[in-house]
């Protein structure tokens, strides 16, 4: 039976995780099994050994550090012996709650805004672009003004691009719950293997105002929302 504490780590909101001196994982909560989609525990390990304390104990240091859609303001690293090291990383808390809403909303085709988009800032660009749309995705409502300001940011991002890849499908698995009903989401990705994305945070800053979800890797962004009919 697990020990209270036991329980507590392991629903805790945080990511934890406790790694051997060779940097094998051998322990992990379920928001830590979650953080593993966006980083790998390697680069995690890595974290730890960086803000690890000189001697055995604990050490806790204030952060600014981003996987995808989790920003984290601190962690805290400790090891007892030479065999393990624990990490615990802290998500940042704003009095901000971001949520999907239904207010000011347009009926629209989300290929349309995206035909428009990508015409009036690579039209000029030597990009070559591969298209894979689901073309059962219905019409949607969105803030269509600030969402074509997120995807105009986008698409600049990629105007020096050899190749970009643009999908657009349904998240399969996935629901998004607005005043207690159920709708499914709607994935957008861009993408270019060569690329190394620069300007992440202004990414979110859009994202927030057209009320719709990002998500920022190594040559890919990805834009979720609910298909809200």
């Known amino acids: 039976m697990q020990t209270l504490i036991e329980s507590f780590s392991e629903y805790d909101l945080n990511p934890f995780m406790i790694f051997s001196s060779e940097g094998k994982l051998l322990h992990y909560n379920q928001e830590g099994e979650y953080l593993f989609s966006f980083v790998s525990p390697k680069e995690l390990y890595e974290l730890a050994i960086n803000y690890a304390p000189k001697s055995f104990g604990m050490r806790s240091s204030h952060i600014n550090i981003r996987y995808d859609r989790y920003t984290f303001c601190a962690l805290l690293v400790g090891y007892e012996d030479d065999e393990r090291i624990a990490l615990r ?94 709708y499914p989401v709607c994935n957008i990705s861009i993408s270019d293997r060569e690329s190394r994305l620069k300007n992440g945070d202004i990414f979110h800053t859009l994202a927030r105002e057209a009320n719709v979800l990002v998500i920022v890797k190594k040559g890919k962004i990805i834009v979720e929302f609910p298909i809200i009919a």
């Open 89 to 182: 990383l802290y998500k940042e808390m704003t009095n901000i709650t971001h949520s999907f809403g239904k207010e000011n909303l347009t009926l629209t085709n989300i290929f349309s805004l995206l035909e428009l988009s990508k015409n009036s800032v690579l039209a000029n660009k030597s990009v070559l672009i591969s298209e894979l749309y689901d073309p059962t995705i219905p019409q949607m409502k969105l803030h269509v003004e600030k969402f074509l300001k997120l995807l105009n940011k986008i698409f600049v991002e990629y105007t020096d691009s050899r190749e970009i890849e643009i999908r657009v499908s349904l998240k399969i698995g996935k629901n998004i719950l607005i005043e207690g009903k159920s």
